[in-house]
């Protein structure tokens, strides 16, 4: 099969056996390009799980533990559930780059507290403080960083063999 590159109509660059003139190629393309957004849905699904777990631990955390590990712990499992949106948005994006969008995320958050916003908006609507906190704490942004550096670590692992 020639596997030579030319312009479509579209002016895309593809490889020649996937043009008009070989209808079964098309059809396995179309295939293999189905089978990937299975693929992508069900990561999708798998990744709503698991953030499905991390909210209510992140509560149990929240009401059960007290003092700095406490909230430690609970503002990298809030990164983690970060990272895991992202990740179920931009399903196809690279892990490096969703933790990176993940971080800068958790840091908005962050200094957005410093504004006294979200306060005002956890008087008018008691469960916005546990999406967008009510006081700025520098280490806040070092538990981001450690949850979301976690969640990519776990996200790229990969078994051996």
Known sequence: MDRTHHMSHGGDLQPEFLDDEHPQAMGDSEAAQGARNLGFRNRRLKL???????????????????????????????????????SIVAVRTPSRQVAA????????VELLQLTGVPSSLAELFAPVRYLLGTTFNALDLVAYVVGVLAATAVSTWRRPG
């Open 101 to 108: 969008v993940a971080i800068l995320i958790c840091v908005a």
């Open 48 to 86: 709503a799980a698991i953030g499905g777990l991390i909210v209510p631990t992140g509560l149990v955390v929240h009401f059960l533990t007290e003092g700095i590990v406490g909230d430690f712990v609970g503002d990298a499992l809030y990164a983690v559930l970060v990272y895991l949106i992202v």
